[in-house]
């Protein structure tokens, strides 16, 4: 006779004797870890998966139930699966537990709700991080715009355009003095740094520069050397900037800021493309003991490969990999940049495809350049394909579509830049804005130069060439401290012609929930504007991050609009509430995915499991790992292993060795987290043998551990007294040490994305 479980009556009732028996040692010990009997038994039947399920939820009740009092009293000695109980805390009518401290902000309450959509209810998310300054002043001194408002930030932005179209009409001359000194305005350090900023002239920039220097009550500020010094660097005007920086270090050394260091120096050459200069700087580096940063081994890279340099620049790269310099997202943008710049576009892409293994999400830059390399050979097919991808991961692709479809037209594929046109700007375009992009010039063009960093993708110089005013997004969502209907007053009398890309940016600029659904509110009741998806999902995002649960109710209710999201998107949401720690709106946004007949993947299965056991919720994780199985996808190493470092962490070296062993029977090998979370069970339990046996083994597969697991071990093996081993241990090759096991990982990455630059690129002909 079979049991619920699918295994024998055997089975059952051998699992329910254990369960008795189990109870009462742990009874007897708070950290004696139960163990099921003929645990091999289970893993090789044929009902191994539901045997184990029933072992797995066994062990963990009691854990939770039976000895939750006794571990409280070893508090020292804690499992860290075991979860604070603190007393029940009643907020808005709502009980809950709050884990370790109550949280302040438990409570919050949005007005002013869009679509009928009622935004009030209890949160324990956590709190906001501080706002990052973005090098400008408004956050800071005499000009603080924050607590001017709104008013005052768009009467300056009205003086940084009035100033713009003098600078840009004629250069330095007379007559611009005059036409400045017509406009009778009044200029402080912020307003001087914007202009400079806004892509005016070089020559009209620096002339602009020296004459406020002679104007009565201004001085400037390292905001405003930094601006200008920018601006020559990209004109390549060294002598210029070299003099500018020499008067930035006297007004320093007065002032007492802080001066002009080493990074900044070997950025402004980089900017410049000057490799003399910049190598100067490197040397000054080396002698003076400064640290040499990945974004230093970038930017010299970056200047070898600019002036076709290659053999030179992979040796920097090889060096970069010897000294222990973890590449970052741009080491690999500007590896991808170079590549595609040297029609080696499918070698970019592999490593551009490469990138999310390394745990890298791709950058729009990254996507910007291969969207220009692949239209500039007329492949049609991988233009979609990324453009594709840049709509499911919620990321607008306005600028590279408008790229594309220019530079497809120019090869001759006019039905394929009709369909992506018509494709991309279905949702935000009328039938005639899209012939217009079909027709439109080449101003504005999209290049291989520029940053990383999505945010500055959005406030580009010519971002906003459609607005008769300046507008820098980031900064309005600063100002936007506070709602009141002054506020509204602002903007509305300052007549900005609203746009989903406009709207998205100063989304993007908000840090505080509230602030971000009040504008959004406002927002959408002006003439002229409605949300597109990417509007609507950039605010489900920042509700989910901030634990909101009203960011699930906005996408049930944009899902009944009709609107449509990737389910690469909806994963995104998912893993922000997994940083907000909010697994139970989590789980409930799984729940309305399904009742909305979408079919969560692979990657939503692994998010859920990864926030659940991030949170302490095992039991629910174990369910999601069965919903997984039974929903045909496959569990891979990196599911596994979550459970293998929780179950080492809690002490449980026999459920994390279950779980190790699930990963050899589902035919994948272990890789160097696998086994480095299973050497820390065994140690944590007090089983040196078993660890030092398993080191053994990964030895054998070429992996290696991290430095602090093999700190664990010798001190395993020494409090064992086995010092021989120990000793050993500690006479292996330094080289046999990862720092860390996530660098190990990129660093067998990156050693293959070395390869294939080096591959493609060195000993090509040099020209300086």
């Known amino acids: 006779?079979?049991?619920?479980?699918?295994?024998?009556?055997?089975?059952?009732?051998?699992?329910?004797?254990?369960?008795?028996?189990?109870?009462r040692r742990a009874l007897c010990h708070p950290f004696m870890a139960p163990s099921p009997p003929h645990a091999s038994l289970f893993a090789r039947s044929p009902c191994f998966g539901r045997a184990s399920r029933i072992v797995v939820c066994c062990r963990w009740a009691i854990c939770e139930g039976f000895s939750r009092g006794l571990r409280e009293r070893h508090s020292s000695r804690d499992i860290q699966t075991a979860r604070d109980r603190s007393p029940p805390v009643r907020v808005s009518g709502v009980r809950f537990y709050c884990s370790g401290q109550i949280s302040t902000g438990v409570s919050r309450r949005f007005r002013g709700s869009s679509n009928g959509l009622r935004l009030a209810r209890t949160s324990t998310s956590r709190r906001p991080q501080t706002r990052v300054n973005n090098g400008d002043e408004f956050s800071k001194g005499g000009n603080d715009l924050r607590n001017n408002g709104v008013a005052e930030f768009f009467r300056k932005a009205q003086v940084i355009v009035r100033v713009c179209d003098v600078l840009r009409e004629v250069s330095w001359t007379d007559d611009t003095i005059s036409a400045l000194n017509a406009l009778d305005l009044e200029f402080d350090t912020f307003i001087v740094s914007q202009v400079l900023k806004s892509g005016i002239p070089a020559d009209t920039a620096f002339g602009f520069f020296n004459w406020l220097k002679d104007l009565e009550?201004?001085?400037?500020?390292?905001?405003?050397?930094?601006?200008?010094?920018?601006?020559?660097?990209?004109?390549?005007?060294?002598?210029?900037?070299?003099?500018?920086?020499?008067?930035?270090?006297?007004?320093?050394?007065?002032s007492g800021e802080v001066s002009v260091s080493f990074s900044d120096l070997l950025s402004w050459y980089g900017k410049a493309k000057s490799l003399d200069w910049g190598l100067k700087v490197w040397n000054q580096m080396k002698r003076f003991g400064a640290t040499l940063t990945t974004e230093s081994y970038n930017i010299l890279i970056d200047l070898y490969a600019h002036h076709r340099l290659y053999d030179e620049s992979v040796d920097f790269l090889s060096e970069m990999a010897q000294q222990g310099v973890l590449p970052n997202a741009r080491t690999y943008t500007i590896l991808i940049k170079h590549l595609a710049k040297a029609n080696k576009l499918e070698t970019a892409f592999e490593i551009f495809r490469r990138l999310p293994e390394m745990k890298l999400r791709p950058t729009m830059r990254q996507f910007s350049i291969l969207v220009i390399g692949f239209s500039n050979v007329g492949n049609a097919v991988m233009v979609r394909l990324l453009l594709d991808q840049l709509r499911e991961e919620g990321r607008r692709p306005e600028r590279e579509v408008h790229y594309a479809v220019r530079a497809l037209k120019k090869q001759g594929k006019l039905t394929?830049?009709?369909?992506?046109?018509?494709?991309?700007?279905?949702?935000?375009?009328?039938?005639?804005?899209?012939?217009?992009?079909?027709?439109?010039s080449d101003e504005d063009t999209l290049d291989m130069e520029g940053t990383d960093d999505e945010a500055d993708q959005v406030c580009a110089k010519h971002a906003w060439k459609t607005f008769a005013l300046w507008f820098n997004?980031?900064?309005?969502?600063?100002?936007?401290?506070?709602?009141?209907?002054?506020?509204?007053?602002?903007?509305?009398?300052?007549?900005?012609?609203?746009?989903?890309?406009?709207?998205?940016?100063?989304?993007?600029?908000?840090?505080?929930?509230?602030?971000a659904w009040k504008f959004y509110c406002w927002v959408e009741r002006q003439p002229g504007y409605r949300h597109d998806n990417y509007s609507i999902y950039r605010m489900i995002l920042?509700?989910?991050?901030?634990?909101?649960a009203e960011a699930v109710d906005l996408f049930v209710q944009a899902?009944?609009?009709?609107?449509?999201?990737?389910?690469?998107?909806?994963?995104?949401?998912?893993?922000?509430?997994?940083?907000?720690?909010?697994?139970?709106?989590?789980?409930?946004?799984?729940?309305?995915?399904?009742?909305?007949?979408?079919?969560?993947?692979?990657?939503?299965?692994?998010?859920?499991?990864?926030?659940?056991?991030?949170?302490?919720?095992?039991?629910?994780?174990?369910?999601?790992?069965w919903e997984m199985e039974e929903a045909g996808f496959k569990p891979g190493v990196e599911t596994y292993t979550i459970f293998v470092k929780h179950f080492g962490q809690a002490r449980d070296a026999q459920m994390a060795h279950l779980m190790f062993e699930r990963i050899l029977?589902?035919?994948?090998?272990?890789?160097?987290?696998?086994?480095?979370?299973?050497?820390?069970?065994?140690?944590?339990?007090?089983?040196?043998?078993?660890?030092?046996?398993?080191?053994?083994?990964?030895?054998?597969?070429?992996?290696?551990?991290?430095?602090?697991?093999?700190?664990?071990?010798?001190?395993?093996?020494?409090?064992?007294n086995n010092l021989r081993a120990a000793i050993g241990l500690e006479r292996d090759a330094v080289s046999s040490i990862s720092p860390d096991c996530t660098q190990k990982a990129i660093s067998?990455?990156?050693?293959?994305?070395?390869?294939?630059?080096?591959?493609?690129?060195?000993?090509?002909?040099?020209?300086?």
Not at 1 to 10: A, E
Not at 504 to 509: A, C, Q, W
Not at 542 to 548: F, P, T, V
Not at 682 to 710: F, H, I, P, V
């Open 1 to 23: 006779m079979q049991c619920s479980g699918g295994g024998t009556d055997d089975h059952h009732c051998l699992c329910r004797d254990w369960r008795w028996n189990a109870s």
């Open 217 to 254: 009550g201004f001085s400037h500020s390292h905001h405003t050397y930094h601006a200008i010094i920018g601006c020559l660097a990209e004109a390549r005007r060294i002598d210029d900037m070299q003099a500018v920086v020499e008067e930035f270090r006297k007004s320093c050394s007065v």
């Open 416 to 440: 394929e830049a009709e369909s992506i046109a018509r494709d991309f700007f279905l949702d935000s375009c009328t039938k005639e804005e899209t012939v217009e992009v079909l027709d439109m």
């Open 473 to 515: 997004p980031n900064a309005l969502a600063s100002v936007l401290r506070t709602w009141t209907p002054s506020t509204e007053l602002s903007l509305t009398e300052a007549n900005v012609a609203w746009n989903a890309m406009l709207v998205d940016g100063v989304l993007r600029g908000f840090k505080k929930a509230e602030m």
């Open 542 to 548: 920042i509700l989910a991050r901030q634990g909101y």
């Open 559 to 625: 899902r009944c609009e009709g609107r449509q999201f990737s389910m690469c998107a909806i994963n995104n949401i998912i893993r922000a509430y997994g940083i907000a720690k909010n697994w139970k709106e989590a789980v409930r946004m799984f729940r309305k995915i399904e009742l909305l007949n979408l079919k969560p993947n692979e990657a939503t299965y692994l998010a859920m499991i990864r926030i659940l056991v991030n949170t302490q919720n095992v039991i629910k994780a174990l369910k999601f790992l």
């Open 665 to 720: 029977e589902s035919g994948n090998k272990p890789n160097a987290k696998a086994y480095t979370a299973l050497i820390d069970a065994y140690c944590q339990a007090g089983n040196s043998d078993a660890a030092l046996k398993l080191y053994e083994d990964m030895a054998g597969t070429g992996l290696k551990l991290t430095a602090a697991t093999r700190s664990l071990l010798i001190r395993s093996l020494h409090r064992d």
């Open 748 to 768: 067998g990455d990156f050693v293959w994305v070395y390869d294939l630059y080096s591959k493609n690129l060195a000993g090509n002909l040099k020209s300086g």
